[in-house]
């Protein structure tokens, strides 16, 4: 069982097979002026978000729907990786008015 | 809730009328001094609300105007002292002090649950004014490109927390 599994393993790591699950992007999302852009972002699971606040304030990445809830510290970039897929509409806590969607390919 | 919807809007015809009384010829030492001066103002409110509110959704939003206010106030001062501005108390600021003195002094007497809606209430009602006052007269009059600039920053800041006040109001009924 042990040894099926670590084979398991090692069949899903190799080149072959690493092309099926597309290797997983990084994508900046930048809150600058209280702007979020881009205001519509695509991503796979697995892909990690690199969400940039350039403002001297703290803002958050707030999902609508609870999916995920990130807060940045005024100039910092916070990451994160996607764990479920949706179609995400996200606000700041701080400032509804910032709004933006993050479309989460499985 | 109607008493103090009055007071609200009393405080901001005050403030576009005290705006108005100086025409549109406000210059950016007094734009500087207006702006400076709102963000204090909604800091000691929120230094009140700290100590008084009992609402923990109301306690937390008071300590994101205060975190807010004062990262712009800073950076209002940093930009004055770059561009050798001397920011000049005027009219509008003073009529904004006085009304402010008013409002805290009333919501002292205030206590729990009815403290929590006046305040926050007042919230929505100041971020209202301030913002119309920018949007109408501050940001109109702003001649240096710099605090034009800072001033539209503000607003953005500003529309935020006044709709953020709004979720907080909503979520007390
Ligand atoms: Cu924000």
Same mark, same amino acid.
């Given at each position: 069982?042990? /040894?099926g599994?670590h /084979?398991a393993?090692?069949v !899903? !790591?190799?080149?072959?097979?690493?092309a099926? =699950?597309?290797?997983? *992007?990084?994508?900046?999302?930048?809150? $600058?002026?209280l702007v979020?852009? =881009?205001? $519509?972002?695509?991503?796979?699971?697995?892909?990690t978000?690199e969400w940039?606040?350039?403002?001297? /304030?703290?803002?958050? *990445?707030?999902a609508?729907?609870?999916?995920?809830d990130?807060?940045?510290a005024?100039?910092?970039?916070v990451?994160s990786v996607l764990q479920? *897929?949706?179609?995400? $509409?996200?606000?700041?806590?701080?400032? =509804?008015n910032?709004?933006a969607? !993050?479309?989460? *390919? =499985? | 809730?109607?008493v103090?919807?009055?007071?609200?809007?009393?405080?901001?015809?005050?403030l576009?009328?005290?705006?108005l009384?100086?025409g549109?010829?406000?210059t950016d030492?007094?734009?500087?001094?207006?702006a400076?001066t709102? +963000? #204090?103002?909604?800091?000691n409110?929120?230094?009140?609300?700290?100590?008084k509110?009992?609402?923990?959704?109301?306690?937390?939003?008071?300590?994101?105007?205060?975190?807010?206010?004062?990262?712009?106030?800073?950076?209002?001062?940093?930009l004055?002292?770059?561009?050798?501005?001397?920011?000049e108390?005027?009219?509008?600021?003073?009529?904004?002090s006085?009304q402010a003195?008013?409002?805290?002094? %009333?919501l002292?007497k205030?206590k +729990?649950?009815d403290?929590?809606?006046?305040y &926050?209430?007042n919230?929505v009602?100041?971020?209202?004014? #301030?913002n119309?006052?920018?949007?109408?007269?501050? &940001?109109?009059?702003?001649?240096?490109? %710099?605090?034009?600039?800072?001033l539209?920053t503000g607003?953005?800041?500003f529309? +935020?927390?006044?709709?953020h006040?709004?979720? #907080?109001a909503?979520?007390?009924?």
């Amino acid at each position: 069982m042990r /040894l099926g599994h670590h /084979l398991a393993m090692f069949v !899903l !790591l190799t080149p072959g097979a690493m092309a099926v =699950p597309a290797h997983a *992007a990084t994508i900046q999302i930048v809150m $600058e002026n209280l702007v979020v852009s =881009p205001a $519509e972002a695509s991503a796979k699971v697995g892909d990690t978000i690199e969400w940039v606040n350039k403002d001297i /304030l703290a803002h958050t *990445a707030t999902a609508k729907n609870g999916d995920f809830d990130v807060a940045i510290a005024p100039k910092t970039t916070v990451t994160s990786v996607l764990q479920k *897929a949706g179609t995400v $509409e996200y606000y700041c806590r701080y400032h =509804p008015n910032m709004k933006a969607v !993050l479309t989460i *390919a =499985p | 809730m109607f008493v103090r919807l009055s007071i609200a809007v009393a405080a901001l015809s005050l403030l576009s009328s005290a705006a108005l009384a100086q025409g549109a010829k406000l210059t950016d030492p007094q734009i500087a001094h207006i702006a400076y001066t709102a +963000g #204090v103002i909604d800091i000691n409110a929120a230094k009140q609300a700290d100590s008084k509110a009992s609402n923990k959704e109301i306690k937390a939003f008071a300590k994101d105007m205060e975190r807010d206010h004062e990262a712009v106030n800073k950076q209002a001062l940093d930009l004055v002292k770059k561009l050798k501005v001397t920011p000049e108390d005027n009219d509008t600021s003073k009529a904004l002090s006085k009304q402010a003195t008013d409002k805290l002094a %009333e919501l002292a007497k205030l206590k +729990g649950a009815d403290y929590d809606k006046a305040y &926050i209430a007042n919230e929505v009602a100041y971020h209202k004014a #301030v913002n119309s006052a920018l949007e109408t007269q501050l &940001i109109p009059s702003a001649s240096n490109p %710099e605090l034009k600039g800072l001033l539209q920053t503000g607003l953005k800041i500003f529309q +935020g927390h006044q709709q953020h006040a709004e979720h #907080v109001a909503a979520s007390l009924k």
